[in-house]
């Protein structure tokens, strides 16, 4: 039998010691890495059988809370941020509480409609999905938190729609009163009713990209003169609002379009194709569809217009009523 002398003996106890002081490290981590997935996971509220984390609801704080450290001041600063969260939090519940109602009633929405949405943003931004995106990851926001929140937006209105506006009745009686009050609202200006083909020209573009965005305009314009459905036309190549529909964006007043484009919608004939109009948005064809002069609209023209906008302000009230009678129903836990 070999004895070890005193040196390999405390050689192997260092040994020992560094091991037991590497497997403690090692668990400590992991028991560290586990509290603080568990923290980011922790749940803060349950709705019905749905839940909503400390994760999710800080990810659609930052937006906000980012914002008021920014640009708010003053020792209310704190009751601001809590008011916020509380909102946020409201917001989120009720969200749950809408696509649950949504589900029994077999409403949803579908991706497609939300790209849509999201479409027209750009083009009224006039900002390219690339420059959008970087500015809301600079605000400390995300793409994906936008398209549930446009989600979440188009579900509340189809509900809204589908359990409260087909119960509001507006009267006649109602419309001509708001009318006979409201009469210098319908002072009608001069309008034109166009349809427009619009190819948006980048922020970031170079002149050899515009030159060729504005060749394939002159293009478009060619087939049009030709005989081609402006319509079929619009929706194939626009990238400006209501091109599925052929490019119609309805009645607009003087006044209420860009100046380059407003300048040849007021004189050019009815059904006439315009040429290719350049503006800071990009290139633009036009033709105008209808015209109507100025002077007092007649009730007739503007009912259903008025009916809107009284449906409008009972459909809030209504809509209040409705999602605080569903969260009485429903079951909500504050954690």
């Given at each position: 039998?070999?004895?070890?002398?005193?040196?390999?003996?405390?050689?192997?106890?260092?040994?020992?010691?560094?091991?037991?002081?590497?497997?403690?490290?090692?668990?400590?981590?992991?028991?560290?890495?586990?509290?603080?997935?568990?923290?980011?996971?922790?749940?803060?509220?349950?709705?019905?059988?749905?839940?909503?984390?400390?994760?999710?609801?800080?990810?659609?704080?930052?937006?906000?809370?980012?914002?008021?450290?920014?640009?708010?001041?003053?020792?209310?600063?704190?009751?601001?941020?809590?008011?916020?969260?509380?909102?946020?939090?409201?917001?989120?519940?009720?969200?749950?509480l809408i696509?649950?109602?949504?589900?029994?009633?077999?409403?949803?929405?579908?991706?497609?409609?939300?790209?849509?949405?999201?479409?027209?943003?750009?083009?009224?931004?006039?900002?390219?999905?690339?420059?959008?995106?970087?500015?809301?990851?600079?605000d400390g926001?995300?793409?994906?938190?936008?398209?549930?929140?446009?989600?979440?937006?188009?579900?509340?209105?189809?509900?809204?729609?589908?359990?409260?506006?087909?119960?509001?009745?507006?009267?006649?009686?109602?419309?001509?009163?708001?009318?006979?009050?409201?009469?210098?609202?319908?002072?009608?200006?001069?309008?034109?009713?166009?349809?427009?083909?619009?190819?948006?020209?980048?922020?970031?573009?170079?002149?050899?990209?515009?030159?060729?965005?504005?060749?394939?305009?002159?293009?478009?314009?060619?087939?049009?003169?030709?005989?081609?459905?402006?319509?079929?036309?619009?929706?194939?190549?626009?990238?400006?609002?209501?091109?599925?529909?052929?490019?119609d964006v309805?009645?607009?007043?003087?006044?209420?379009?860009?100046?380059?484009?407003?300048?040849?919608?007021?004189?050019?004939?009815?059904?006439?194709?315009?040429?290719?109009?350049?503006?800071?948005?990009?290139?633009?064809?036009?033709?105008?569809?209808?015209?109507?002069?100025?002077?007092?609209?007649?009730?007739?023209?503007?009912?259903?217009?008025?009916?809107?906008?009284?449906?409008?302000?009972?459909?809030?009230?209504?809509?209040?009523?409705?999602?605080?009678?569903?969260?009485?129903?429903?079951?909500?836990?504050?954690?």
């Open positions: 039998m070999q004895l070890k002398g005193k040196e390999t003996i405390k050689g192997e106890k260092t040994v020992k010691l560094y091991k037991v002081m590497a497997v403690t490290m090692l668990l400590v981590m992991l028991i560290s890495t586990s509290v603080l997935g568990a923290m980011a996971d922790k749940i803060i509220a349950v709705v019905n059988d749905e839940i909503i984390t400390l994760k999710e609801f800080d990810e659609a704080c930052e937006p906000y809370l980012k914002k008021i450290e920014e640009t708010r001041q003053g020792n209310n600063k704190a009751e601001v941020i809590k008011q916020t969260k509380d909102a946020i939090l409201q917001r989120l519940i009720d969200k749950l696509e649950h109602e949504a589900k029994k009633v077999g409403t949803s929405v579908k991706d497609e409609e939300v790209m849509s949405v999201l479409k027209d943003i750009l083009t009224k931004q006039n900002v390219s999905m690339e420059v959008y995106i970087k500015k809301l990851e600079k926001n995300s793409l994906s938190s936008v398209k549930n929140e446009i989600k979440g937006q188009l579900m509340r209105m189809r509900l809204m729609r589908w359990e409260i506006k087909s119960k509001i009745v507006i009267s006649e009686q109602e419309i001509g009163e708001y009318y006979n009050q409201h009469r210098d609202e319908y002072e009608g200006k001069e309008a034109v009713r166009i349809k427009q083909i619009l190819l948006m020209v980048p922020p970031d573009a170079g002149k050899a990209a515009k030159a060729k965005i504005k060749e394939t305009a002159s293009q478009i314009q060619k087939s049009d003169l030709s005989g081609e459905s402006f319509d079929l036309m619009a929706a194939k190549y626009s990238q400006g609002p209501a091109a599925a529909q052929g490019g309805g009645f607009i007043e003087k006044g209420g379009m860009i100046p380059e484009v407003e300048t040849i919608a007021f004189s050019l004939p009815l059904d006439q194709v315009s040429s290719v109009i350049e503006s800071r948005f990009g290139f633009h064809i036009i033709k105008v569809v209808d015209k109507r002069g100025a002077g007092l609209k007649p009730i007739d023209a503007v009912r259903e217009e008025i009916k809107v906008k009284l449906e409008d302000g009972k459909l809030e009230k209504k809509y209040d009523e409705w999602i605080s009678a569903v969260r009485k129903k429903s079951y909500i836990e504050i954690r």
